[in-house]
């Protein structure tokens, strides 16, 4: 059977290998749990995706993760939407944006593929602007224009 999990002092909750759980700010995760904590496969969705019921904003604008959970944060191969419509597929490491991953700006609607090391740019990437012909190498976070 499951675990038994005291979150925030409140109440127990049984825990099962998969469960969904929902806490007092809105956010809400549906996934597989280790030990009590967010561990293996599931989707975590934020406050603001989850209140949103009209669902006003597009699909691929919801304020959301679904990929690899270890110990309790984003790690692994995973896929974030942002609250501003950006995106990253990629790797994760301890939450943050980290190995080889596809970031796209719905701000500047360009694109970045390439290596990331705790959440920045580095490494060597490909970056496409909006009309496509435009590429450069980005570098520690540096931008290097090809011409």
Do not use: P
């Amino acid at each position: 059977m499951g675990k038994y999990l005291r979150i925030a002092n409140l109440h127990i909750l049984k825990m099962h290998r998969y469960s969904a759980h929902t806490w007092s700010s809105g956010e809400r995760y549906e996934g597989e749990w280790k030990d009590g904590v967010m561990h293996g496969n599931g989707s975590y969705f934020y406050s603001d995706d989850v209140e949103d019921h009209d669902r006003a904003r597009s699909r691929d604008s919801l304020h959301r993760y679904v990929g690899e959970f270890r110990n309790g944060q984003f790690n692994g191969q995973g896929l974030k939407h942002m609250q501003n419509g950006d995106t990253y597929d990629g790797t994760f490491k301890d939450g943050k944006f980290e190995g080889k991953g596809t970031f796209y700006s719905r701000e500047t609607c360009e694109t970045y593929a390439g290596g990331f090391w705790k959440g920045r740019f580095h490494g060597r990437g490909l970056q496409i602007s909006a009309d496509g012909l435009r590429t450069s190498v980005l570098c520690d976070a540096k931008r290097v224009l090809h011409r």
